[in-house]
């Protein structure tokens, strides 16, 4: 059993900056792949970006390459995301979430532990 926190969202400008932070407790941290997804008002939950264990290996939805940097502290048990020149269409609640073992890292039901999600608001 994993138990994860967000925390880091808020209201923001377009063009701004925010950082995410998931706190994880449970069982041994360092061994799971870990995820961040977001779900918009509306819409379906979508993979946003994923890091290695070893943080050795990073994958980014296309619509946020180049924009939002996932890292990990596994010492701290804490997953980040930082999220630069956001965009309005960034708004969402976004999520952390620890993969399973099994399936596409890109896909919800690949990740078995999920946070509560925390609210990212972008203003245009």
């Known amino acids: 059993q994993v138990q994860l926190e967000e925390s880091g969202g808020g209201l923001v400008q377009a063009g701004g900056s925010l950082s995410l932070s998931c706190a994880a407790s449970?069982?041994?941290?360092?061994?799971?792949?870990m995820g961040w997804f977001r779900q918009a008002p509306g819409k379906e939950r979508e993979f946003v970006a994923s890091?290695?264990?070893?943080?050795?290996?990073?994958y980014y939805a296309d619509s946020v390459k180049g924009r939002f940097t996932i890292s990990r502290d596994n010492a701290k048990n804490t997953v980040y995301l930082q999220m630069n020149r956001l965009k309005p269409e960034d708004t969402a609640v976004y999520y952390c979430?620890?993969?399973?073992?099994?399936?596409?890292?890109?896909?919800?039901?690949?990740?078995?532990?999920w946070g509560q999600g925390t609210q990212v608001t972008v203003s245009s």
């Open positions: 890091i290695s264990w070893s943080a050795g290996s990073t």
């Open positions: 979430a620890a993969y399973s073992g099994a399936g596409s890292v890109v896909s919800t039901s690949a990740y078995n532990y």
């Open positions: 449970g069982r041994p941290f360092s061994s799971y792949l």
